[in-house]
């Protein structure tokens, strides 16, 4: 089993030589995959990483995923509505001994990060901003951190799908999860496999 250190120095060759011809996607998308248990590992390499890159003539745009959550959630109009609404729940889970109830709160969330498997248009407008960004750069590549942050809320084979089409640059995705055959993955380890992405993985 490869440690984070060689997929890095894969996906570093695979950058510098480009998508294989027998890739299954037409997007330059590169997944790192890395079990869960080295999720905290993973964010003390990041900046290590992104010194490589650079030593590779790579310009780096970095997308927390969980900040642009925190954001969107933050800013949204019906903020108020959702912390009275919770409140509530709070008080009569309370008062009847037992424990709140997640699945609609996160239900709410979740519609309005993306509804129908598409993206909500803030989201959407946040990942332009970083994709046009990193396009403006000579060699310039995005790379998406913190993806455990879309649970229970997103996946992000649903951003893959927005961005198919839109991309010009690389993007590095640093996903949390497992392989299964050549283009399952299961997100966070439990969720069932997914073969639905386009992208080439590393890991």
């Given at each position: 089993?490869?440690?984070?250190?060689?997929?890095?120095?894969?996906?570093?060759?695979?950058?510098?030589?480009?998508?294989?011809?027998?890739?299954?996607?037409?997007?330059?998308?590169?997944?790192?995959?890395?079990?869960?248990?080295?999720?905290?590992?993973?964010?003390?390499?990041?900046?290590?990483?992104?010194?490589?890159?650079?030593?590779?003539?790579?310009?780096?745009?970095?997308?927390?995923?969980?900040?642009?959550?925190?954001?969107?959630?933050?800013?949204?109009?019906?903020?108020?509505?959702?912390?009275?609404?919770?409140?509530?729940?709070?008080?009569?889970?309370?008062?009847?001994?037992?424990?709140?109830?997640?699945?609609?709160?996160?239900?709410?969330?979740?519609?309005?990060?993306?509804e129908n498997?598409?993206?909500?248009?803030?989201?959407?407008?946040?990942?332009d901003s970083?994709?046009?960004?990193?396009?403006?750069?000579?060699?310039?590549?995005?790379?998406?951190?913190?993806?455990?942050?879309?649970?229970?809320?997103?996946?992000?084979?649903?951003?893959?799908?927005?961005?198919?089409?839109?991309?010009?640059?690389?993007?590095?995705?640093?996903?949390?999860?497992?392989?299964?055959?050549?283009?399952?993955?299961?997100?966070?380890?439990?969720?069932?496999?997914?073969?639905?992405?386009?992208?080439?993985?590393?890991?």
């Open positions: 089993m490869q440690s984070l250190r060689d997929n890095f120095e894969t996906l570093r060759q695979r950058l510098g030589h480009g998508r294989h011809l027998d890739s299954a996607g037409t997007e330059p998308i590169y997944y790192l995959v890395f079990p869960v248990a080295d999720i905290l590992e993973v964010k003390r390499q990041t900046k290590t990483w992104n010194a490589r890159l650079k030593n590779d003539n790579w310009d780096v745009v970095l997308l927390s995923l969980a900040d642009a959550i925190a954001i969107l959630l933050q800013k949204n109009r019906l903020r108020k509505v959702w912390l009275d609404t919770e409140r509530q729940l709070a008080q009569q889970a309370e008062s009847r001994h037992q424990p709140i109830d997640p699945r609609e709160i996160n239900k709410t969330l979740s519609k309005a990060l993306s498997s598409k993206l909500a248009p803030e989201l959407a407008s946040l990942l970083a994709v046009e960004k990193a396009e403006a750069k000579p060699n310039g590549l995005l790379m998406l951190t913190d993806l455990e942050a879309l649970h229970p809320y997103l996946r992000i084979n649903t951003i893959e799908a927005y961005l198919s089409g839109r991309v010009r640059c690389p993007i590095i995705v640093l996903y949390p999860g497992l392989r299964e055959g050549k283009t399952s993955l299961r997100f966070l380890e439990f969720y069932p496999p997914d073969p639905n992405y386009r992208s080439d993985h590393i890991g």
